[in-house]
T-cell receptor, first 112, second 115 residues
C-alpha cells in the first residue's frame, strides 16, 4: 500500500501571503490529521478531519484552516502568513480516530 | 491537562549495546502511549503503542517499551543498538478521558549510535 503523500515538499512564501498544502491518505483511511513541527514548540496538533467534517481542533488561530474531500484527501490552508508559521507541516492518516496514525514526509514551509 | 516529558535531549550508545530512551507522562485517565521515530527530512514512523494489556509492548525494528503505571513511564528499549537506529524519537500520549484523544508529543530525544 502506498503511504501518506504530501505536496509540495518544500514551499517558500512571504509574509502576508496564503498557502495551501495537500495530503493524500493511505487508501482506506478516512481520518486525516495535521501537525505543525517547529524547533521551538515541537510537534503540535492542528486539526483532524473525518468524512469531510472537522472533529477535533488544536489551539491554533483561525488563520489555520482545513478541509477534507469525499475521497479523504485533505488540504490545509494558512492565510496571512507570519514568520512564525515557518515549520514542517505533517499530515497523518488513520482508519479512524484514535487509531494508530501514519505520517507523511511533511511539507517544509519557509516564510520570508 | 496531559503532558509528556522526554528528559534527555540526546542519548549516546555504542553499537551492539542496549539502549533506553526515556518517557514519562501525565494524564487524568488511562493513557494511550506511542513511540515514533523520525529520520532527517522525513515524517514520523510508528514504532509501537500501548493501550491496554501486557505492560511490555513489542514493536517494529526490534524495539520494545514497558508501560509502568506507578512510575507513569513508557521507556523505549532495544537489546542491541544499530548505527541505523540513529534518529529522533518521539513519545506521545493520548488521554481518552476527555473524549478528544488529541495527542501530545514529547520534545524528542536524539539517539546517536556510535560504530
Amino acid at each position: 500500500k502506498a503511504g501518506v503523500t504530501q505536496t509540495p515538499r518544500y514551499l517558500i512564501k512571504t509574509r502576508g501571503q496564503q498557502v495551501t498544502l495537500s495530503c493524500s491518505p493511505i487508501s482506506g483511511h478516512r481520518s486525516v490529521s495535521w501537525y505543525q513541527q517547529t524547533p521551538g514548540q515541537g510537534l503540535q496538533f492542528l486539526f483532524e478531519y473525518f468524512s469531510e467534517t472537522q472533529r477535533n481542533k488544536g489551539n491554533f488561530p483561525g488563520r489555520f484552516s482545513g478541509r477534507q474531500f469525499s475521497n479523504s484527501r485533505s488540504e490545509m490552508n494558512v492565510s496571512t502568513l507570519e514568520l512564525g508559521d515557518s515549520a514542517l507541516y505533517l499530515c497523518a492518516s488513520s482508519l479512524d480516530w484514535p487509531d494508530t496514525q501514519y505520517f507523511g514526509p511533511g511539507t517544509r514551509l519557509t516564510v520570508l | 491537562a496531559q503532558s509528556v516529558a522526554q528528559p534527555e535531549d540526546q542519548v549516546n550508545v555504542a553499537e551492539g549495546n542496549p539502549l533506553t530512551v526515556k518517557c514519562t507522562y501525565s494524564v487524568s485517565g488511562n493513557p494511550y502511549l506511542f513511540w515514533y521515530v523520525q529520520y532527517p527530512n522525513r515524517g514520523l514512523q510508528f514504532l509501537l503503542k500501548y493501550i491496554t494489556g501486557d505492560n511490555l509492548v513489542k514493536g517494529s525494528y526490534g524495539f520494545e517499551a514497558e508501560f509502568n503505571k506507578s512510575q507513569t513511564s513508557f521507556h523505549l528499549k532495544k537489546p542491541s543498538a544499530l548505527v541505523s537506529d540513529s534518529a529522533l524519537y518521539f513519545c506521545a500520549v493520548r488521554d481518552p478521558s476527555g473524549g478528544s484523544y488529541i495527542p501530545t508529543f514529547g520534545r524528542g530525544t536524539s539517539l546517536i549510535v556510535h560504530p
